[in-house]
Structure formats: C-alpha cells, structure tokens
C-alpha cells in the first residue's frame, strides 16, 4: 500500500511568492490533516477534511493560507503571499477512521523555505 | 500553557540501558495518547497507542495516568536503532492531535 504522499519534498522561494504544497492521501482515507511545524516549535494542526468538506480549519494561521481537496482525494495547501514566519515543514497526514485508539500516517513531509 | 509538556532532553544511554520518559498533558478531556517516533528530517511514526491499563510492545512499554494526566513511555535494552526524537501527542476532540515538542534520545555504543 502507498503511503502519504507529498511534493515538492523542498521549497524556496521568495518572500511576497506564491507556494503550492500537495498531499495524496492513502487511498480510500477520507480523513485528510495538515500540519506544520515551525523551527523550535512543537508540530501544530493547521486544517482537517473528511473526503472534501473542511471539517476543522481552526489551526490555519490566517487568510493566507487556502487549502482545497477537490473530488476527496488529494489536497494542496496554497500561501500567498509567503511570509518569512511561513517557513517550516509541512506535514500531510490521513487516516480511515475516527477510531480513539487510531494514530494516523504522515507523510515525509514539505520543507518550506521562504527567504 | 502548551496542551502537551515533553522534556527536550537530550538523553544520551549506552546500549542495553534502559530509559524512561515523561509527558503531561493540560486538558482533562483529551481522549487519545500516543507515542510517536521521528528520525531526523523524516515523519513522525506511530510508535504506539497508550491506554490506561498501560500496555506493552516488546521492549517498549507505555504507561497513561489520568489523574495526573501523566503518559510514559519505557524503553528497554536500548539499541542504537532507537535514536531518535520521541513525540508524546494527544487527541482532543474527534480529530487534533496536539504534539509534545519531543524528547531526543541519542544510544551510545
């Protein structure tokens, strides 16, 4: 079985750019997460959609910040504009079921550079 | 307050020592622990789910405490295979987890 996929795996751009990251899920997962860890900070929860609906956006730090799962399946998470604070790694992570003893899986991860 | 306290450490053990770790957590309606391991520059990985009768995974063992909302994590024998960053994370409510800043450990030969 495929993992979580995400891409780029590294990013650099430019403050004022626009950065697009990109989650595939493991397939038949309705639950999608992002998560973000900035340096020296603990990982924190961005944003949760169960197939495409937005069923938690709580965690997203401000309207810069646009993430979409069109269709259910894969998801990307757009900022624009890139801020220098924006800098971290991003983390995508699904699951199947809202089970209490449940963990999920992540992804390897994007590593956002924004200079 | 962060919703889940971890020592940083580092711990640095030789081979076969065994190790403990500690976490707490701030809300008293959290419904889910679990350890996480991560590699330098990889994901977390699910290590193990922790319950409250404390279960065990051969030479690891996990340990929750409600009361205290206390959750530990054992490790013994330690190998050089089991450096790494260990996370303490915490589900509260249907979906967030909340991470511990994570607790390095580092086996010596």
């Known amino acids: 079985e495929a993992g979580v996929t995400q891409f780029p795996s590294h990013s650099v751009i430019e403050k004022g750019q626009t950065v697009t990251l990109r989650c595939d899920p493991i397939?038949?997962?309705?639950?999608l997460y992002w998560y973000r860890r900035v340096m020296g900070k603990e990982i924190k929860f961005l944003l949760h959609f169960v197939k495409e609906s937005k069923q938690d956006e709580s965690g997203m730090p401000n309207n810069r910040f646009l993430a979409e799962r069109t269709g259910g399946t894969y998801s990307t998470l757009k900022v624009q504009p890139a801020e220098l604070e924006d800098s971290g790694v991003y983390f995508c992570?699904?699951?199947?079921?809202?089970?209490?003893?449940?963990?999920?899986?992540f992804g390897s991860g994007t590593r956002l550079t924004v200079v | 307050r962060k919703e889940v306290e971890q020592d940083p450490g580092p711990f640095n053990v030789p081979e076969g020592a065994t190790v403990a770790f500690n976490c707490t957590y701030s809300?008293?309606?959290?419904?889910?622990f679990f350890w996480y391991r991560q590699d330098c520059r990889k994901e977390p990985k699910l290590l193990m789910s922790?319950?409250?009768s404390g279960n065990e995974d051969g030479r690891f063992t996990a340990q929750l405490n409600r009361a205290s909302q206390y959750i530990s994590l054992l490790i013994r024998d330690s190998k050089l295979s089991d450096s790494a960053t260990y996370l303490c994370v915490v589900r509260t409510g249907a979906n967030n987890l909340f991470f511990g800043t994570g607790t390095r450990l580092t086996v010596i030969p």
């Open positions: 809300n008293s309606a959290s419904q889910s």
């Open positions: 992570a699904s699951s199947q079921t809202f089970d209490r003893g449940y963990g999920y899986t």
């Open positions: 922790v319950y409250s």
């Open positions: 397939s038949g997962h309705d639950n």
